[in-house]
């Protein structure tokens, strides 16, 4: 079992940044693959950023390549979202989510989201 608990969300300015943290517990972080996925208010829960166990290996939906780095520290138990130029559509709850293996994109474990919205 994992426990996953966000944090980093809040208000803020279109072009502005924010980072977002999750912390794991409850299984060898450096295990297993971790992403993030967002819901916009009526919209399906979308894909934002994944990193594999070591680290190595990041993938991004294209709306936020080059704006959004996903990273993690295996030490400290806790992948991060840093988000840059961020815009009104950038605006959902955003999910940390762990994998079960050290790869793959399917996730098992969600966490309970934190809200980011970006005004104009």
């Known amino acids: 079992q994992v426990q996953l608990v966000e944090s980093g969300g809040g208000l803020v300015q279109a072009g502005g940044s924010l980072r977002l943290s999750c912390a794991a517990s409850?299984?060898?972080?450096?295990?297993?693959?971790m992403g993030w996925v967002r819901q916009a208010p009526g919209k399906e829960r979308e894909f934002v950023a994944h990193i594999t166990s070591s680290g190595g290996i990041t993938r991004y939906t294209d709306s936020v390549k080059g704006r959004f780095t996903i990273s993690r520290d295996n030490a400290k138990n806790t992948v991060y979202l840093q988000m840059n130029s961020l815009k009104p559509e950038d605006t959902a709850v955003y999910y940390c989510a762990a994998s079960t293996g050290r790869t793959h994109m399917q996730y098992n474990y969600w966490g309970q989201g934190t809200q980011v919205t970006v005004s104009s």
């Open positions: 409850g299984r060898t972080f450096s295990n297993y693959a």
